[in-house]
């Protein structure tokens, strides 16, 4: 069966031994950013210039979700050749996906800078209102691109899924968003140093190095949640399907789980 191209690997990685000692996600992530550095520097420029232009943001960042999920995993990734074929065949959704982030992202934006100049009680609420709703659609991006490629699933299917991943995956998320703002912080103070050297490095550090990074983070933490309210739920109630691939992927179910979640169509993603 196979779904989102999960079990469409062209070469084998090593897996995750059962009973193996298991690493820390701080260790886990270091050592797979270092082992992959060249291929996650490549992919993270590529990603930063499409998502330049605005309109392909969501195109970028399903291509990046797709190598990082695969490297995540201890999977092969082929880098920028994978990056492609995932915006190749699922092209659609991302755009239209990217499409409504930038709106929404605009329109708050908005809102933030308006109620931030405002005087009275009202604007006071507005603004906690905006700064909090900017943190929740920031936790719901962290799954959108995960479960879009993974699953087929429509993009009202998504949101709801990811709306709920932003509060039963909390944990995660406010580690992602903790990152994001610590690398965003250097990134900024190296544009303090009067020098043309610290801005350039800055510059390469934001869009070359830090995307990989921030986006492999993002698949190690996200990725079990999503296993387990909806992987695992789908193969609860189909024991005898990809027994085989399930166990060389370290996805074989273990105990039973209740999902929260409804529509979960764990099926092959090849669009």
């Given at each position: 069966?196979?779904?989102?191209?999960f079990?469409?690997?062209?070469k084998?990685?090593?897996?995750?031994?059962?009973?193996?000692?298991?690493?820390?996600?701080?260790?886990?992530?270091?050592?797979?950013?270092?082992?992959?550095?060249?291929k996650l520097?490549?992919?993270?420029?590529v990603?930063?210039?499409?998502?330049?232009l605005?309109i392909?943001?969501?195109?970028?960042?399903?291509?990046i979700?797709?190598?990082?999920?695969?490297l995540?995993?201890?999977?092969?990734?082929?880098?920028?050749s994978d990056?492609?074929?995932?915006i190749k065949k699922n092209?659609k959704?991302?755009?239209?996906a990217?499409i409504?982030?930038?709106?929404?992202?605009?329109v708050?934006?908005?809102?933030?800078y308006?109620?931030?100049?405002g005087?009275?009680?009202?604007?006071i609420?507005?603004?906690?209102?905006?700064v909090?709703?900017?943190i929740l659609?920031?936790?719901?991006k962290?799954?959108?691109?995960?479960?879009l490629?993974?699953?087929?699933?429509n993009?009202?299917?998504?949101?709801k899924?990811?709306?709920l991943?932003?509060?039963?995956?909390?944990?995660a998320n406010?580690?992602?968003?903790?990152?994001e703002?610590?690398?965003?912080?250097?990134?900024?103070?190296l544009?303090?140093?009067?020098?043309?050297?610290?801005?350039?490095?800055?510059?390469?550090l934001?869009?070359?190095?830090f995307?990989g990074?921030?986006?492999?983070?993002?698949?190690?933490?996200?990725?079990?949640?999503?296993?387990e309210?909806m992987?695992?739920?789908?193969?609860?109630e189909?024991?005898d399907?990809d027994?085989?691939?399930?166990?060389?992927?370290?996805?074989?179910v273990?105990?039973?789980?209740i999902?929260?979640?409804?529509?979960?169509?764990?099926e092959?993603?090849d669009?």
């Open positions: 069966m196979g779904f989102g191209g079990f469409s690997y062209d084998p990685g090593p897996g995750i031994k059962k009973d193996g000692p298991k690493k820390k996600t701080f260790f886990v992530l270091f050592e797979i950013w270092w082992r992959h550095f060249w520097f490549i992919v993270g420029t990603y930063s210039a499409l998502s330049v605005l392909p943001s969501g195109l970028a960042a399903a291509g979700t797709n190598v990082a999920r695969n995540a995993r201890d999977k092969h990734s082929f880098g920028l990056f492609f074929e995932t092209w959704q991302a755009l239209v990217g409504i982030n930038t709106v929404v992202d605009i708050n934006a908005f809102a933030i308006f109620y931030w100049f005087e009275d009680f009202l604007s609420i507005g603004f906690g209102f905006s909090a709703l900017f659609i920031r936790f719901i962290y799954h959108i691109w995960l479960l490629i993974t699953f087929k699933l993009l009202k299917q998504i949101y899924n990811c709306f991943f932003a509060f039963v995956n909390w944990k406010l580690i992602i968003g903790i990152t703002i610590l690398l965003l912080a250097i990134c900024v103070a544009f303090f140093i009067p020098y043309y050297i610290a801005w350039v490095v800055s510059i390469v934001a869009t070359m190095v995307p990074f921030i986006h492999l983070l993002t698949q190690l933490l996200i990725f079990p949640k999503v296993k309210l992987i695992d739920p789908y193969y609860e189909h024991p399907e027994k085989e691939l399930r166990v060389n992927l370290g996805l074989d273990e105990a039973e789980e999902s929260v979640f409804e529509d979960k169509h764990i092959n993603n669009k």
